[in-house]
Antibody, heavy 119, light 110 residues
C-alpha cells in the first residue's frame, strides 16, 4: 500500500544541521506534491511548506524561509527536509505528507521524525 | 497569514453529537472549498477524515461530516464513540500556494 517512511529520531546541538528523509512507495512519486508539517511538543500542526515533485520548486510558509530547505531525489522517490542553524525552538516532530492536487488535502502521512535540539 | 481559529476543547457523551468550528477569513476558508479535517490520536500521525469541506475518504465513518458557512467551517461528529477522543485539526488552502492549519481542538468523550 501507499507509504511514506521517514528517517529516525535525531538529537542535535544548537547551531548544527539536520536532514530528514521521507521515502515513498506504491505510487508515482511525481504525481503528488510533498509537504512538511511541524508539531512542537504539546502543540498543534504548523505547515512548513511543500515541494513540486515534477519541477523541484519549493514553497515555504511564513516563518520557515532561510533555514529550512526542501529537496527531492526522484531516482529513489524520496523527499528531504534540511534545517540549518538549529535552535531549541526547532525541537518538534516533523511529518511529511502527500497532498492531493485537486483537493489540497494531506491524504497520506509519514510516521513522523522527532528532532531534538539540546546542548 | 494567521492560523485558523478553533476552540481548544470540546466534549460530549457517548451517542451525542458535537460540532467543532474552524474560523478563517475571506482569503482562505471563505474563498475556497478546500477545507479539510484531520484526526490525531496521541503519539500518532494525523489522519484525513474530511476534504473539500464535506467529502469523506474511503473508510471514514459517516458519523463524521463537514460543512461551511462564510468564513467558518465545521466538523460534526455524530453518535460519539470512545475512539473518537482525539485532537482535531482543520486546514484550508489560503491562495498563492499556501496552506493553513487551525490550532487544534481536543475532543473529550465523557
Amino acid at each position: 500500500q501507499v507509504q511514506l517512511v521517514q528517517s529516525g529520531s535525531e538529537l542535535k546541538k544548537p547551531g548544527a544541521s539536520v536532514k530528514v528523509s521521507c521515502k515513498t512507495s506504491a505510487y508515482t512519486f511525481t504525481h503528488y506534491a510533498m509537504n512538511w508539517v511541524r508539531q512542537a511538543p504539546g502543540q498543534g500542526l504548523e505547515w512548513v511548506g511543500w515541494i513540486n515533485t515534477n519541477t523541484g520548486n519549493p514553497t515555504y510558509a511564513q516563518g520557515f524561509t532561510g533555514r529550512f530547505v526542501l529537496s527531492l531525489d526522484t531516482s529513489v522517490s524520496t523527499a528531504y527536509l534540511q534545517i540549518s542553524s538549529l535552535e531549541a525552538e526547532d525541537t518538534a516532530v516533523y511529518y511529511c505528507a502527500r497532498i492531493t492536487a485537486v483537493a489540497y488535502a494531506f491524504d497520506i502521512w509519514g510516521q513522523g521524525t522527532m528532532v531534538t535540539v539540546s546542548s | 497569514q494567521s492560523a485558523l481559529t478553533q476552540p481548544p476543547s470540546a466534549s460530549g457523551s457517548p451517542g451525542q453529537s458535537v460540532t467543532i468550528s474552524c474560523t478563517g477569513t475571506s482569503s482562505d476558508v471563505g474563498n475556497y472549498n478546500y477545507v479539510s479535517w484531520y484526526q490525531q490520536h496521541p503519539g500518532k500521525a494525523p489522519k484525513l477524515i474530511i476534504y473539500e469541506v464535506r467529502k469523506r475518504p474511503s473508510g471514514v465513518p459517516d458519523r463524521f461530516s463537514g460543512s461551511k458557512s462564510g468564513n467558518t467551517a465545521s466538523l460534526t461528529v455524530s453518535g460519539l464513540q470512545a475512539e473518537d477522543e482525539a485532537d482535531y485539526y482543520c486546514s484550508s488552502y489560503g491562495g498563492s500556494n499556501n496552506l493553513l492549519f487551525g490550532g487544534g481542538t481536543k475532543l473529550t468523550v465523557l
